[in-house]
């Protein structure tokens, strides 16, 4: 008779800023009591409005939003059939599995949950979320997110 406790998964940096083609590591934090290690997943989501001209653009449609709805964010907040979300890489124990898309890339998942890119690449800036799945741990914060926005690419117009 098992007893399930909490898990809680926090990305502690909410944006990185990085200039293409240089390396970069997503941080994850999880706290789990769980005896087996959890599966974790790495997934990716396109930006819903670029963030770099929502910051220029203090009176658009988007920023005024803002400030009109508490804890809304024009750059993370829309449906996602809106965007591109894709799975990026998985781990269980000490297998990790990249994604398609990201085969034959330096990427992988070291620590416990941190994603680490070697070389940044065009299409890299987007929303990535950390889910931490156990089975012990059926209640808590199993995801958080974190954004990583590279400097130099001319990506902004996938949606138009």
């Known amino acids: 008779t098992g007893?399930?406790?909490?898990?809680?998964?926090t990305c502690p940096t909410k944006r990185y800023v990085v200039i293409l083609f240089q390396p970069v590591t997503l941080t994850c934090n999880y706290q789990t009591s769980a005896q087996q290690p959890p599966v974790v997943i790495w997934r990716y989501k396109?930006?819903?409005?670029?963030?770099?001209?929502?910051a220029l653009n203090?009176?658009?449609?988007a920023n005024q939003l803002t400030q009109a709805i508490p804890n809304y964010n024009p750059i993370i907040d829309c449906t996602e059939n809106q965007r591109t979300?894709?799975?990026v890489a998985s781990k269980q124990?000490?297998?990790i599995t990249l994604a398609d898309g990201y085969q034959g890339r330096k990427i992988t998942i070291i620590n416990n949950a941190d994603l680490n890119f070697a070389q940044t690449a065009w299409g890299d800036s987007g929303v990535y979320v950390c889910s931490v799945v156990s089975?012990?741990?059926l209640t808590g914060n199993s995801e958080d997110y974190t954004e990583l926005?590279?400097?130099?690419?001319?990506?902004?117009?996938?949606s138009a």
């Open 3 to 9: 007893s399930s406790m909490a898990i809680s998964v």
């Open 46 to 54: 396109y930006f819903c409005q670029n963030p770099i001209l929502t």
């Open 58 to 61: 203090p009176s658009s449609a």
């Open 85 to 87: 979300v894709r799975t």
């Open 93 to 95: 124990g000490n297998t």
């Open 135 to 137: 089975t012990q741990d």
């Open 149 to 158: 926005i590279v400097l130099g690419e001319c990506t902004w117009n996938k």
